[in-house]
C-alpha cells in the first residue's frame, strides 16, 4: 500500500523543510524560496520563516504538501537478518553453539581521531543503558583506540587470534571513511586471511547493504547499541562453526 | 551577591599542594630535555619560514642536519654560522638546505660570543611577538571587547577560503571567538605544513599563512561590527610549540595548549608532551593569548556522572603548568563540559554542581565550557533543547567562554544554517536569564553543594594518588578518560633529547624577560554590537 507524509491528516502529505539558499534577503526572498520548493513538486507552500543569516544567504523554515507516495513493500534491500538477544541469552549462546569465547580486536582507523563510536560498543560501560561488549564474559574485548593503522589492527587481530575485527568510522570529509575501508579489506585480502575474520564496520555513515559493497560481513548504522553487534557476532561466529 | 557554594576549604588546599608536588616533579623532567619541536620554534622564532623542494619545511631540515649535537641546541651552532657568513636566519637555513652551508659544534672559546649575539636576535623575535600583542590591545581599545560568555564557535570546511567567509558570517551573527579545526590527524604530523591550503580532512591545515588569512578575515568583519573577534588555533600534538611560536606571531586569541591531551587521546609519548607544553605555554604567555585545556574530552570516553571528579583534578593540573610557564589566570581557559546523560534526573542540576564547581576553584581564570557531545541525538529539536539547557547553565554558572553546541553535532560539520541557529539559541538564553545569578542563592547542603564537595574531595583523593605514584606512572595507569599510556611509547618519543651540560636555547630566557602583563581592556560594546543582532 502507498504511504505519503503524515501530517495531522491520513495522506495530507505535509512536510517541515528548512534550508539556506545564497541570495539576500529582499523582498522578493519568500518567492523565490517558495517558488524553489514547487519546482521540487510540493505545493501549498507556507514560508513560516525567511531570514538573512548574513548578507549573502537566506535561511528558510516551510511547509509544504507533497503527491509523492511509496509502498514499503517494494522497498528491497541488504538488511542485516539478526536476531536480536539479550545480554544473558547471548553469553549462552557463545557458551553453547559456538564453543570457545569470542576474541574481538577493534579500533577506529587510519585517519580517523575519534573512539566514541568503538568505545560505546566495546567498553565496559557501554551506551544506552547497554553494556559494552568487554562486559561479557565469553568475549575477550581489546579495544585499540583510535587512528590505528591497518597493519597495526591485524598484526594485532593475528596475535589475539581474533574471531572478529570491529572497524569504526565516525568522521569524514570528502569520501576519507571509504578509502580508509577498502584499505582494510585489500589488506586482508593481499595477506590471504580475509576468511579468518569476521569483519564488521560502524558509523553515522554506515548501513548493511554499503558494508556489504565494501566487503564486510556487517555494517551497522548510528544508534547501534551493544547487544546488536554482540547478537549478530555470536550468531555468525555459530554459523561459521556449524556450515 | 555572587552565587557561590560553600566548598570544604581543606580539600580545596589539599588539591592544589598535591597538584603542586605533581608539576614539580615533572618540572625536574622537562628542565632536562629538549625536543625537536622545541628546537625547530627556536628557529622559527629566529625568523626561519618556507619549505624545501620537496616541501619539508627548512626548520626541520635544519633540525635534522644539526641532529648529532642537538643535546646542546640548534641555536648555538645556528647563529655561529650566521656570524661567520653573514647572512640571516633565513638564508642559512636555505643554504643548510641546498648543502652550501654546514653545522658544525661551537668552539668552547667561541661560545660565549655566540650566545650573546644570539640573545640579542632573540630579543628581536620576541619582539615581533610583543608587538602583536599590542596591535591586540590596541584593537580591543578601538573597537570593543564583547560581553561574557563569550560566544565560541568552529569552522570546519577544510577549505581556508570557506573558513573565512563561514568565520565572518558566524561574526555577524554574534560569535565572539571563531576556532579553524584543524584536519584530522595534523596532531601527529611532525612537521608544520606551508602556504593556504584548500583541502583538509573534518578540518584546516594549521599553517601560518592560513592563521594570517583568517585573522585578516576576522579583523575585517571585526571592524565592520564594531567588535574584536577572537581567532582560536590548537597549539597541540608534535609541533605544538611550532605552533604556538606561529600564533604568537600571526596574533591568534586563544590557543587550545592542554598539559596532557596528546597523551592521552593523540599516543603522544609523555616525555615529548611535557616538554614540548612548557615552551608553547610560555610562548602563549608572552603572546597574551588565553590557553584553553582539553578536559571536557575526558567526559567523552570515560562517564560524566562517575568520573566527573577527573576535570577537576586535572584543572589543577593544568593550573599548576600553565603558572609554571608564566601564563596568568585570566590566561587559564581551563576546561570543563556538559556530558552528563541527559537521561539521568537531576541532570542539569548536577551540571550546574559540577560548573559551579570549576569556575569558584578558579575564580580569577577563564573556564571555557564545552558542549554535550557524547549523547547528542540525530533528533536536531531535541538537540537544540539540550543545547539551550548546556547555555543555560553556562550564563547562571558564570562561564568565561562558551563553546557553542551545534544541533547537528552528531551528524555533521556545522552547516551555515546550523552555526546560525546555534548562536541564536545562545544569545537568547544568556540575554534571557543574564541576571538570574544575581537573584538566587545556592541552597546550603542541597544536591549542589553535595555534589560539588563529593567532586572536589574525589579529585583532592585522585591528585593526592597521583602525587604519590608520579604522573607518569598515573598516566601509565590510565587514571585520566580511563586510557592508559606507556611512558616510553607513544609518538614523537624519538624526538625528545637529553639536555647536554652546554645546552643553549637564549629563548626560555628571552620570553621571560619585560613581559607585558593583564588582559586587553576595551569599552563595552555599543548597543548595535551588544544586541548582537545578526541579519534583518
Known amino acids: ?243 | 551577591m555572587e552565587l557561590s557554594l560553600r566548598l570544604d576549604q581543606t580539600l580545596v588546599d589539599r588539591a592544589r599542594s598535591a597538584a603542586e608536588s605533581i608539576a614539580d616533579d615533572v618540572w625536574r623532567h622537562i628542565e632536562a630535555h629538549t625536543t625537536d619541536s622545541v628546537e625547530r620554534t627556536a628557529l622559527r622564532l629566529l625568523g626561519v619560514v618556507g619549505v624545501n623542494e620537496i616541501d619539508v619545511p627548512l626548520v626541520n631540515v635544519v633540525v635534522e642536519q644539526g641532529r648529532d649535537s642537538l643535546a646542546s641546541g640548534i641555536i648555538a651552532p645556528f647563529v655561529a654560522v650566521m656570524m661567520d657568513s653573514g647572512m640571516s636566519a633565513q638564508q642559512v637555513a636555505e643554504g643548510i638546505a641546498t648543502g652550501t652551508l654546514t653545522l658544525a659544534p661551537v668552539a668552547a672559546e667561541r661560545r660565549e660570543g655566540v650566545e650573546s649575539h644570539a640573545a640579542e636576535i632573540a630579543a628581536g623575535g620576541v619582539a615581533r611577538i610583543d608587538a602583536a600583542r599590542r596591535r591586540r590591545e590596541e584593537l580591543v581599545a578601538t573597537l570593543s571587547d564583547p560581553v561574557k560568555p563569550w560566544l565560541y564557535v568552529i569552522v570546519a570546511t577544510g577549505n581556508i577560503h570557506e573558513d573565512v567567509a563561514q568565520a565572518k558570517a558566524a561574526a555577524r551573527a554574534g560569535a565572539d571567538v571563531v576556532a579553524v579545526i584543524r584536519t584530522t590527524a595534523q596532531s601527529l604530523l611532525d612537521y608544520v605544513p606551508y602556504g593556504l591550503t584548500t583541502e583538509g580532512f573534518g578540518g584546516t591545515y594549521a599553517t601560518q599563512e592560513n592563521f594570517r588569512y583568517m585573522r585578516d578575515g576576522l579583523d575585517e568583519v571585526g571592524e565592520e561590527l564594531g567588535r574584536y573577534i577572537r581567532l582560536c588555533n590548537y597549539a597541540s600534538g608534535l609541533c605544538m610549540p611550532e605552533i604556538a611560536a606561529m600564533g604568537s606571531l600571526e596574533r591568534l586569541d586563544m590557543m587550545l595548549n592542554d598539559s596532557m591531551y596528546g597523551i592521552i587521546f593523540r599516543n603522544i609519548n609523555m616525555e615529548r608532551t611535557f616538554v614540548d607544553q612548557y615552551l608553547a605555554r610560555m610562548l602563549n604567555a608572552r603572546a597574551g593569548i588565553i590557553i584553553n585545556t582539553g578536559e571536557d574530552n575526558y567526559l567523552t570516553t570515560a562517564d560524566a556522572f562517575e568520573k566527573g571528579y577527573t576535570v577537576v583534578s586535572s584543572d589543577f593540573i593544568n593550573e599548576e603548568f600553565a603558572e609554571r610557564a608564566g601564563l596568568e589566570q585570566w590566561q587559564m581557559g581551563l576546561g570543563h563540559a556538559f556530558e552528563i546523560d541527559p537521561s539521568i534526573p537531576d541532570q542539569v542540576v548536577y551540571q550546574i554542581a559540577d560548573a559551579l564547581l570549576v569556575r569558584q576553584l578558579f575564580p580569577e581564570a577563564s573556564p571555557k565550557y564545552m558542549p554535550p557531545t557524547k549523547y547528542m541525538p540525530g533528533d536536531i529539536f531535541m538537540g537544540h533543547i539540550v543545547d539551550a539547557m548546556f547555555n543555560f547553565v553556562g550564563v547562571f554558572t558564570g562561564q568565561e567562554t562558551q563553546l557553542l553546541g551545534m544541533l547537528t553535532e552528531a551528524l555533521h560539520t556545522p552547516l551555515l544554517q546550523d552555526r546560525y541557529l546555534s548562536v541564536k539559541n545562545a544569545k537568547y538564553v544568556f540575554e534571557s536569564c543574564r541576571s538570574l545569578r544575581d537573584e538566587v542563592e545556592i541552597r546550603p547542603g542541597g544536591i549542589i553543594e553535595r555534589r560539588a564537595n563529593e567532586l572536589l574531595g574525589k579529585a583532592a583523593e585522585q591528585l593526592e594518588h597521583v602525587r604519590d605514584v608520579g604522573l607518569f606512572r598515573a598516566l601509565e595507569m590510565g587514571e585520566f578518560a580511563d586510557v592508559s599510556r606507556d611512558p616510553g611509547g607513544g609518538r614523537g618519543f624519538d624526538g625528545v633529547v637529553k639536555r647536554a651540560e652546554d645546552y643553549f636555547n637564549p629563548f626560555y630566557a628571552a620570553l621571560r624577560e619585560g613581559r607585558m602583563s593583564g588582559p586587553p581592556v576595551g569599552p563595552t560594546p555599543a548597543e548595535r554590537a551588544a544586541s548582537r543582532q545578526g541579519g534583518r
Do not use: W
Open chain 1, 1 to 243: 500500500m502507498e504511504v505519503k507524509p503524515y501530517g495531522d491528516t491520513r495522506d495530507d502529505g505535509v512536510m517541515q523543510l528548512s534550508f539556506t539558499l545564497p541570495i539576500p534577503n529582499s523582498p522578493k526572498a519568500t518567492d523565490v524560496g517558495k517558488q524553489y520548493l514547487e519546482k521540487m513538486g510540493f505545493h501549498d507552500v507556507a514560508v513560516a520563516e525567511v531570514r538573512a543569516i548574513d548578507p549573502g544567504f537566506t535561511f528558510y523554515v516551510a511547509y509544504a504538501r507533497t503527491d509523492v507516495s511509496i509502498d514499503p513493500d517494494q522497498v528491497k534491500g541488504d538488511y542485516l537478518d539478526v536476531e536480536e538477544m539479550d545480554y544473558y541469552a547471548i553469553n549462552t549462546f557463545i557458551r553453547d553453539d559456538v564453543g570457545h569465547k569470542l576474541v574481538v580486536v577493534g579500533a577506529a582507523i587510519e585517519s580517523d581521531a575519534h573512539t566514541v563510536g568503538i568505545d560505546a560498543i566495546l567498553n565496559m560501560k557501554g551506551f544506552a543503558g547497554n553494556y559494552g561488549l568487554e562486559r561479557y564474559p565469553e568475549i575477550d574485548a581489546y579495544n585499540l583506540g583510535s587512528q590505528i593503522p591497518c597493519e597495526q589492527l591485524l598484526k594485532t587481530a593475528l596475535e589475539k587470534q581474533a574471531d572478529a575485527i570491529l572497524v569504526s568510522q565516525i568522521v569524514t570529509q570528502k569520501n576519507i571513511h571509504v578509502q580508509n575501508l577498502t584499505k582494510l579489506i585489500e589488506l586482508l585480502e593481499a595477506e590471504g586471511v580475509r576468511e579468518r575474520f569476521i569483519i564488521v564496520v560502524g558509523g553515522p555513515r554506515i548501513n548493511n547493504a554499503f558494508a556489504k559493497e565494501l566487503g564486510y560481513d556487517a555494517g551497522f548504522g548510528p544508534r547501534t547499541t551493544p547487544v546488536q553487534v554482540a547478537s549478530f557476532l555470536a550468531q555468525e561466529a555459530a554459523r561459521r562453526q556449524n556450515p
